[in-house]
Structures are given as C-alpha cells and as structure tokens.
C-alpha cells in the first residue's frame, strides 16, 4: 500500500538528488572537433605529400625517357654524318687508288688533310683503313701503328652482313666511342674496310644542356682494367676513383661532383628501377638509372640521370607550410568561436542546473515544513481539545466533590447534580461537533440544483435561529446546477448563516449571492456563492487565524465552523474567501468550479 507522500517522518524526507556536478558541454565537444581537425590536417599533408612524390617521379621518369631518345637520336644522327663523310671519301679516287695499291704513304697524304679537318671541326676521333682480311692497313689518327687485326664487333659485323654497321663501343682507356664501319668495294671485289669514330664524351653535356639533368656514365668494371682506365682518367683528365663503387666504375659525367650520397647500395636500388632521393651540401637530388648497352646489345653500364630538385621541394614544403598555417590559423579561430559558444552553453546549462538543484532542494524544504505544520497543527488540536474538554471536566471533578461534601442537603445536591449534567453536555455538543468535523469526509456528489438547496438551507436556518434575523436571497433566474455533495455544501452554507447571524446585531439582512465567476488564477469557469453580513466585520489581527481548526472569539464557540466550510470548498476543487466589506461587516465566498473536479481525500489532508 502506497502511503501519502506528505505523511513520511521527518526522517525518511531526502536530500535532493540531482547530481551536483554538471555535464562538461566543452570537453564533450571540443576534443573530438579538435581532434577532426587534426585528421584532416594530417589526412591533408599526407595527401600533398603523396601528390608531391608522383609529380616528382613522373617529371623523373620523362627526363630519363627523354635521355633514352636524346642518345639514341644523336648517335643515329651522327652515324649518318660519319657515313655522308665515308662516302664522299670513298667517292676521291686518289684515296681509292692509294688503299687498292696498298701504299700507305699516298694513303696519308691524300687523306690526311682531310681526316685533320674532320678531327678539328666534326669531333672525328678515329678513321682506320682496313684490309678485306681485317687488318689494319692505316690508321689517320695514329699513322705509326698498323698492321694488327682489328676485330671489334662492329668490324665482325659489317664483314658478316657486307653493309654498314654503327654501334657505340668501350675503348680500353674507358672511352665511348660511336664506330661506323663500312665494306668499300673495288672494281675487282672489296678493297677493305673504312671505320670512323667519335668519341661520345660532348653528347652528356648537350643531353644536360637541353634536359637540364646531370649524367653520370658507370661502365662495368669487367669491361675495362684498372691501368687502362687510370691511364685514361690522366689522359682525358677526368675524375673519380677506380674503388669508389664496387662493380662499377665512373667515365663520363657533366657534374662536376658526384654526390657523396651515390654508393653501391643506392646503384643496387636504382639498378632494380626505384628512384632514389637524397640531401647533398644543401641540395636535394632525385636519381634513376639507365642501361648503356654496346653495338652488340651487351649492358656495358648505366647512365645514372640526377635532377636538382632543391627548388621544387622548397615550394612545395613553403606551399604545405603556408597551407597548413593558413588551416591552423582558420581552425584555431572556428575551435576559439566554437569554444566561447560552449562556454556560453555551458553556464547555461550550470545555471538550469543550479536552478533545478534550488527548487529540488526548495521541494523538500517544502515538505518538510508542510510536516512540521501538520505536527504542529495536530499538537494545538490536541491541546484545543484537551482543554476544551478539560474545563468541564474539571467543573464535573469539582462539583461531585461539592455533592458529596452537601450529600444531607439534598436540594443544594440536587442543584449541583443539575450543574454537572450541563458540563457533561457541553462535553457531549463538543464531541457532536468533532464528529461532524471529522464526517465531512466522507463525500458524495451529484448534480444539484443551487437554488433549491439554498432556499432549503435558509429554511432550515430560520428554524434554528431564534433572532429571526433578515436574510435575503439574491439567486439567479434559471436554475444552477452543480455536480457537488448537497448535504455537505448545505452544511456549509449553514454554518456561514451561523456565523453572519452570530455577528449580526440588528444591522441588516444577510445577502446570499449564487454569481458565475471563473477562477482568477486558472480562468476555470465557476460560480460563487457569498454571504453577506452588516455586523462587526473580522478585526484585521485575526484574519489570518480564523480558518484555523479550534480558533474562536465566541466563549461557546468550538472554532470548527469555518474549517468545516474550507474544507467542503476544497473537497469540490473549490476554495473560500474572507473580506471585510468598506461599509462595515464581512463576506465570505465559496467558489466551486462548474465542471466537477472532484478532489482526492488524500490531497488535502
Ligand atoms: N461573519 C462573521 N463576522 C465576524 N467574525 C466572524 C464571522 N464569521 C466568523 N467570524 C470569526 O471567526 C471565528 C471562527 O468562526 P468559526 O465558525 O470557525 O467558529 P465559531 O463560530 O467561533 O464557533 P462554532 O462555529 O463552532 O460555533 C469566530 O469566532 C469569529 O470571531
Ligand atoms: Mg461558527
């Protein structure tokens, strides 16, 4: 059984219990938005970073593409130079005449000045003239040696195939020469074998100069033997160092440097086709390799194509540094907005909490003073009843004891028997009236006709009240009905009568009003019902008392009346009012709503 709320002990009343700590509204949602905008930064450099990389490797790789085609264009264009300068050799019949007859000296003296003039203005290096048998019968760049088999691969080949054959080759002082090698046929069959060369050095130059890129040309180390290539590194003067590498060794390259950075394990890595990049002195150097292959189609080595890319990275790194500032500084001013935002929520939300937590802790005050008043309120009761009672009782106690003492005398006895019977009454009317407090109660409505009940109530009251004051009955026309317990409302009309008669000389009638009025506070519509009386009016002092069960300025009053009356109103969802009036005398309205709103007994004890 669930008991009334407002009947716990003092004991069981809680303390509030909202949490006294509030939600962190800005910890919830700044980390988590400071946190994205770390992503996203992060996700954005990331993929800056990524972008960078492919830029970077394509410009790479087109750069070595285009080497690839460079090298090959210009070794075909000078093949076909060379093989314009063999024909119109083979074209002089004073050279033809002196290679037929053999006759090295006509050979050089016809040919001579022109091979000088190829050497000096078209980068000839080399021009031999070779027997059908392959030896060699002159050479015009180094008249003094002759007479050895010359066997290179592009002689074998042209001697195979009976037609022109190019092809770099690796000469044993470690120099890349572009041979050309051509059968000269005779009148009687084939007179030998021109070749003619150049020497490939310039061609790393003109590639950087166009691709801007620097070149570095490694030959296998089994191609060549130390001494030959130092010889050659003296005789061309070059640079490097035969141990630098460890299957490799440097012949050619623009750079003047070559990057500390350029090992074994970084040809090992660009070898297999990666790209590598490293720092060197300030620079940043992006390399990928190249095969070199010889007339024969034999990897002899590697290009190695290094880009400067110092200047491309700087922007890039000042582009991402200033983008990244840019987003810091625009995701600071959102976090800041967003913070002071929060913060504004935040306070808010401590003041709602705060508020909820006050009237939590209001409540219960509330309660508890609702408690302390019913105790208190119980404990005058008691104390009225008590001593309401205790007065007669104590008359009773008294006059026995004088009945006793005055037994022989039987009329006195008699008087004060008669004396005691009238306390014992008024013990008797104080125990009726509490009853009749206490019947109030029990509460059965239906619909009743107001002015019926009203006529029938003041019936009843001119037959009780021996004063014959005036009454009179300012109802309206049609009927009033209102769903409410006649004998209670009665009950209570009755004891207003009593009230305005008891205060009543012979100033006047008593005015009973039945009004439709709707409630102030809730515009509930209703009606009230006043009685109206000239008599003394309510002195201000008491006003506040006079609802108060027990209170009473008449010597036989029970101080039950009004509170009787409050509580009828209350039982109906009503309530009860007391003024004074401006003329002198009171009125005291009972409002009842129209609709019924029938209260529950346990709310209003
Ligand atoms: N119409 C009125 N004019 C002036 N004073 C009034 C009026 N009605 C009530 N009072 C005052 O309010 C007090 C309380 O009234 P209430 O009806 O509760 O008790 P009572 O009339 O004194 O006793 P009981 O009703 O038991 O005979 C009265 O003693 C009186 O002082
Ligand atoms: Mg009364």
Redesign the pocket.
């Known amino acids: 059984m669930q008991s009334d709320p407002d009947e716990r002990p003092l004991s069981r009343l809680k303390s509030p219990s909202i949490g006294t700590q509030p939600r962190r509204v800005k910890a919830t949602f700044i980390w988590p938005f400071a946190i994205v905008l770390t992503f996203i930064l992060a996700a954005f450099v990331a993929t800056a970073y990524f972008l960078e990389v492919r830029v970077r490797d394509r410009a790479l790789a087109e750069r070595v593409a285009a080497v690839s085609k460079l090298v090959d264009q210009k070794l075909s264009k000078d093949a076909n130079l060379m093989q314009a300068v063999l024909r119109t050799l083979m074209g002089n019949q004073a050279i033809k005449a002196a290679f037929a007859s053999l006759d090295r000296e006509e050979l050089l003296r016809e040919a001579g000045p022109l091979f000088e003039t190829l050497r000096a203005d078209h980068r000839i290096t080399h021009l031999y003239f070779n027997g059908p048998d392959l030896v060699n019968l002159m050479r015009l760049h180094s008249p003094g040696e002759f007479g050895d088999l010359i066997n290179r691969e592009t002689m074998t080949k042209a001697r195979e195939l009976g037609s022109a054959v190019h092809g770099l080759e690796l000469g044993p002082l470690g120099t890349l020469t572009l041979r050309l090698v051509v059968p000269w046929q005779g009148a009687n069959g084939l007179l030998g074998y021109l070749e003619i060369g150049e020497e490939i050095g310039y061609l790393v130059d003109e590639i950087r100069d166009s691709l801007s890129v620097d070149l570095f040309v490694l030959v296998d180390k089994g191609f060549m033997l130390p001494q030959q290539w130092q010889h050659g590194l003296a005789l061309f003067n070059r640079q490097g160092s035969w141990d630098r590498f460890g299957t490799r060794v440097l012949v050619a390259q623009t750079a003047s440097q070559m990057p500390a950075a350029l090992n074994d394990p970084v040809l090992a890595s660009l070898s297999a086709g990666s790209t590598e990049v490293f720092r060197d002195g300030g620079r940043t150097l992006h390399l990928a390799m190249l095969p070199l292959n010889d007339a024969s189609g034999r990897r002899i080595g590697d290009f190695v194509v290094m880009r400067d890319i110092t200047t491309l990275q700087k922007t890039f790194l000042n582009s991402v540094l200033a983008v990244t500032l840019l987003s810091l500084l625009a995701g600071a001013g959102v976090l800041g907005l967003f913070y002071f935002a929060l913060d504004r929520v935040e306070r808010d939300y401590q003041r709602q909490h705060d508020l909820e937590h006050q009237l939590l802790r209001l409540g219960t005050e509330h309660q508890r003073i609702l408690q302390i008043e019913k105790l208190s309120a119980l404990g005058t009761m008691v104390g009225e009843i008590a001593h309401q009672l205790n007065n007669p009782l104590v008359g009773v106690v008294n006059l026995a004891q004088l009945a006793e003492r005055e037994a022989d005398d039987p009329a006195r006895a008699r008087e004060l028997l008669k004396e005691i019977r009238r306390a014992g009454a008024d013990c008797h009317a104080l125990i009726q ?1 509490m009853l009749r407090f206490s019947k109030v109660s029990s509460f059965e409505s239906k619909p009743t006709s107001m002015t019926e009940m009203i006529e029938e109530t003041v019936l009843m009251f001119r037959q009780t009240e021996s004063r014959q004051v005036q009454v009179e009955m300012r109802l309206p026309e049609q009927a009033v009905v209102l769903t409410v317990d006649p004998i209670l409302i009665r009950h209570a009309l009755f ?2 009568l ?7 000389a012979d100033e006047g009638a008593i005015v009973i009003g039945l009004d439709p009025e709707s409630n102030p506070d809730s515009g509930v519509p209703g009606w009230l019902l006043s ?1 109206t ?1 000239h ?5 201000p002092e ?1 006003m506040d ?3 108060v ?1 027990f ?4 010597s ?10 409050q509580h009828v109103a209350l039982l109906h969802g009503g309530y009860v009012t ?1 003024s004074n009036r401006t003329g002198g ?2 009125q ?1 309205a009972i409002w009842l709503p129209r609709e019924p709103k029938l209260t529950q007994k346990n709310q209003l004890d």
């Open positions: 009236s004891n207003l009593m009230n305005a008669a008891q205060a009543t009685v009386d008599g003394k009016g309510i002195a008491i008392k006079i609802f069960p209170f009473t300025t008449r036989d009053g029970t101080g039950l009346g009004l509170p009787v009356v007391a005398g009171t005291f």
